[in-house]
């Protein structure tokens, strides 16, 4: 059966450093791969999607990388802040529509 | 804030009750999924609607139902709830039914006692 790990343990890293969270897959053909951010009590918000014939994306802080050969995605946050303290989720996605499945997310906390 | 509005924020309901749950989505988008997420852990996929029509289910029994009305917005119903059923019920609406990024509500939370 289809099945996405991500670090269940927190990840606590010190404020200016860089975070690194780790998506893993298996049983998975994914067109695309997205990156949300989820506060407690709120719903995720997007951050990134990645899509299959890509190997990074960057945007401002935030770097996403997808290796299909290793059924596996990396999430960066460089220069990291106390704000960025949250749950960080990854969700694959076919192209047959926009239907997400979710790992079990990995909560940050950066430390000032 | 991503414009997609859930209704109620939360709600309390007794085992083997239903219960409707309420999405409007954000202006222009035609296609609404809903998620379940229970108590640390990640949001899992319920069905989606794309123009008034279910375009996908995930593996949820038939008493999780719904509808999306002309104006997209949506429901979620459950029937004969369960203890299992307490969880976060999330809405989240796309431009269209192919791989864009999902805008998601604040959420339901539901509790059955």
């Known amino acids: 059966s289809q099945k996405i790990e991500q670090n269940s343990e927190a990840l606590n890293i010190q404020e200016g450093k860089t975070a690194t969270l780790t998506c893993n897959y298996t049983n998975y053909s994914p067109a695309y791969l997205q990156w949300y951010r989820q506060d407690p009590g709120r719903g995720p918000v997007f951050l990134l999607l990645i899509r299959e014939n890509e190997k990074e994306k960057r945007k401002e802080r935030l770097k996403v990388t997808f290796d299909t050969t290793l059924k596996q995605s990396l999430f960066h946050i460089t220069a990291s802040q106390p704000a960025d303290s949250a749950t960080y989720l990854c969700?694959?996605?076919?192209?047959?529509?926009?239907?997400?499945?979710f790992g079990g997310g990995t909560r940050l906390m950066v430390k000032p | 804030e991503t414009g997609v509005t859930q209704s109620p924020t939360h709600l309390i309901k007794t085992r083997g009750q239903q219960v409707t749950l309420r999405c409007s989505s954000q202006s222009g988008h035609n296609t609404v999924s809903w998620y379940q997420q229970a108590l640390g852990q990640g949001p899992q996929f319920i069905f989606q609607?794309?123009?008034?029509?279910?375009?996908g289910r995930g593996n949820f029994p038939p008493r999780f139902s719904g509808l999306q009305f002309p104006n997209y917005s949506s429901e979620l119903n459950v029937n004969a709830l369960e203890l299992d059923d307490s969880a976060l019920y999330l809405c989240?609406?796309?431009?269209?039914?192919?791989?864009?990024?999902?805008?998601f509500g604040q959420g339901t939370r539901l509790t059955v006692v």
């Open positions: 969700a694959l996605g076919r192209n047959a529509g926009n239907m997400l499945t």
């Open positions: 989240a609406s796309s431009p269209d039914s192919m791989n864009t990024e999902a805008f």
């Open positions: 609607y794309y123009r008034e029509e279910e375009n």
